[in-house]
């Protein structure tokens, strides 16, 4: 079971939630061990990253296998270690009493009436049992980044999707977070396009060939010049001299700049709008333009920055070619760029963290990169930058993802294929339900949006990010396993309860009583349904170690299972008694609660009817 504390996680998770009413069962399971472990240990900071969530049922539902070790380092049998750690142990208000197996595994089971209590607790929290850190700190998540006056296309969907997910989940704990989509809108591509709009007949050629239909007036200009320049050198020689004008301020091209970033930013937030994704500043690289002699020069004139054949490059130890961010004609690169931006946002929000959700292939560029800013700037010694990689999207013959005429597919298309099916696959069922059509035109097209964009990003957030992994739309839209889709079902199947009890046994009865009514644990599924509802907060715990997604999906899919095992052996409006009845509302209800709060952190929609 997917629902362990991750090793990475260090002994500080102690210490950084508020338990005020709802509690981190592992959390709390932790500090009462590093009570019991005072005195055996100076320092149980690794012991307490044994205790975790069990794998199987069978032997507890926490396990700690701190004996070993702290056995190993005393020279004392395990088990001896073990005693004696449970006998300083006091855990008696939340658990049955700890077996001892094995060589030294301590097994423990949390009390029933314990555990009913803590989701009755999280079902009236609004945070559904997830506390916020007690010392928030300031972060920046950069991410999505795409370049203006180009088309949006497959490969932004993973920097895109992964950045917000850990934007909202980061956002939820508690801490203060920036996000600030670096579009590129200074780079070479606008002199392209601005030598292309200038050309009357490569604007007639653009607009015959049908391009323009595809990837709009812009990005068409872009390809075809783009393409022309690779097979004439005077043409490359002209786009240059496009866009060293425009980066002198000429009016002409700066205007014609403007409008691209116009038309632009309308394409590109059209796209956002469909995705959820927003952004709290959205600055391109032209807005560092000013800086980036600045940058240079300081770096020189502390001695970081040195001349080498005429460019300007930071020597670091350990790398065979400089960080070059002057080059010899004096055009600044990205490295100049990044260096002024990270100084920006030092000096604007002061974070704590800085975040780089970009693809693998950049690996080197931001190892370099954050090694000449602190060695510019050694008071940002303790601030995390990290680079977020990710791996590449492939299609099924297990290249890059591209059409079968070997273009990279646009993100737009890309959504519009997801919807178009999932709404082909919303209607058949909708269609063959006993009783007739149940869905609207408009409800039906409502949930296909919210199926196929689910979907395509669920299919992403679910891999390892570090991984590729293949796009395929039968597999991203399947009602079974770990998709979107099945998540989607699981909570309209809870929803669904709620709808055919009010119809049965009234307005009050099942949706006012249900929120209030203690949670009873009488049957085995009930309680693990219970159990992983509560063990949300420990997933963020696990999301945030390393900034992985996929350790969300894994929960809410475990999740979901557990719901499905209940829904199959415990009735819910055909409860024996009332009481039984209401507390299994109850549980549903909490159920939904964070499956919807978790595909929320997602991006994902919920939705009522599938």
């Known amino acids: 079971m997917p629902l362990g504390l991750a090793p990475t996680i260090l002994y500080l998770c102690l210490s950084i939630f508020v338990f005020i009413d709802t509690v981190n069962i592992l959390h709390e399971l932790q500090s009462r061990f590093a009570t019991a472990l005072s005195g055996m240990v100076d320092n149980p900071a690794e012991l307490l990253l044994q205790v975790r969530a069990s794998q199987d049922p069978k032997f507890g539902d926490y396990q700690a296998n701190c004996a070993m070790p702290l056995g190993k380092r005393l020279g004392k049998p395990p088990r001896q270690i073990a005693t004696a750690i449970v006998a300083k142990l006091e855990i008696d208000d939340l658990c049955e009493p700890p077996e001892i197996a094995g060589p030294g595994f301590i097994n423990l089971r949390l009390k029933n009436d314990w555990l009913a209590q803590q989701a009755s607790t999280a079902l009236a929290d609004p945070r559904v049992g997830v506390p916020t850190v007690a010392k928030p700190r300031t972060y920046v998540v950069d991410y999505s980044a795409p370049n203006v006056a180009k088309p949006m296309h497959v490969g932004h969907i993973r920097s895109t999707v992964i950045g917000n997910c850990l934007y909202r989940t980061l956002k939820f704990v508690g801490h203060e977070v920036i996000s600030d989509n670096h579009l590129g809108d200074w780079g070479t591509q606008f002199g392209m396009i601005i030598y292309g709009y200038k050309s009357p007949e490569i604007r007639a050629q653009v607009q015959s060939s049908g391009a323009v239909e595809k990837l709009g007036e812009f990005g068409a200009l872009y390809a075809w010049v783009n393409r022309l320049g690779e097979e004439n050198p005077k043409i490359r020689e002209a786009v240059l001299n496009e866009t060293v004008k ?173 919807v178009s099916r999932a709404l082909a696959i919303v209607s058949a069922n909708d269609d063959a339900k006993p009783n007739g059509p149940e869905l609207s035109t408009d409800e039906r097209q409502k949930i296909a949006e919210a199926v196929g964009i689910g979907a395509l990003k669920y299919a992403d957030l679910s891999q390892n990010r570090t991984s590729d992994y293949v796009f395929d739309y039968d597999k991203m839209l399947a009602m079974n396993g770990n998709t979107a889709t099945y998540m989607q079902y699981a909570h309209a199947r809870v929803r669904g309860i709620f709808i055919k009890g009010q119809k049965q046994l009234g307005e009050s009865t099942t949706s006012q009583q249900h929120v209030t009514q203690k949670i009873i644990l009488s049957h085995p599924a009930e309680r693990a349904l219970a159990l992983a509802a509560l063990q949300f907060s420990e997933a963020m715990d696990l999301v945030l170690a390393d900034y992985r997604p996929n350790q969300l999906t894994s929960y809410l899919f475990e999740l979901a299972n557990r719901f499905s095992t209940f829904y199959e052996n415990c009735p819910v409006l055909k409860a024996e008694t009332p009481e039984l009845l209401h507390g299994r509302l109850a549980l549903c209800n909490l159920t939904a609660k964070v499956l919807r709060q978790g595909l929320e952190l997602l991006g994902i929609e919920v939705v009522e009817r599938m």
């Open 246 to 418: 425009l980066h002198a301020g000429d009016a002409e091209n700066l205007q014609l700049w403007k409008e691209i970033r116009t038309q632009s930013d309308k394409d590109i937030d059209r796209i956002y709008k469909r995705l959820g994704v927003k952004f709290d500043d959205q600055l391109g690289e032209s807005f560092y333009h000013d800086w980036l002699s600045a940058v240079v020069d300081d770096l020189q004139k502390k001695e970081i920055g040195r001349e080498s054949d005429g460019a300007i490059g930071v020597f670091l130890n350990g790398y065979e070619t400089p960080f070059l961010i002057r080059k010899q004609d004096g055009a600044f690169l990205y490295a100049t760029t990044d260096l002024a931006t990270i100084q920006y946002r030092m000096e604007t929000w002061h974070p704590d963290a800085v975040l780089y959700v970009v693809d693998h292939r950049q690996s080197l560029h931001f190892e370099q990169l954050f090694a000449t800013a602190r060695l510019w700037h050694p008071e940002w010694a303790n601030v995390e930058f990290k680079h977020v990689n990710f791996g590449t999207v492939l299609g099924k013959d297990g290249k890059p993802f591209k059409t079968r005429s070997g273009d990279t597919v646009g993100l737009e298309i890309l959504l519009d294929e997801g």
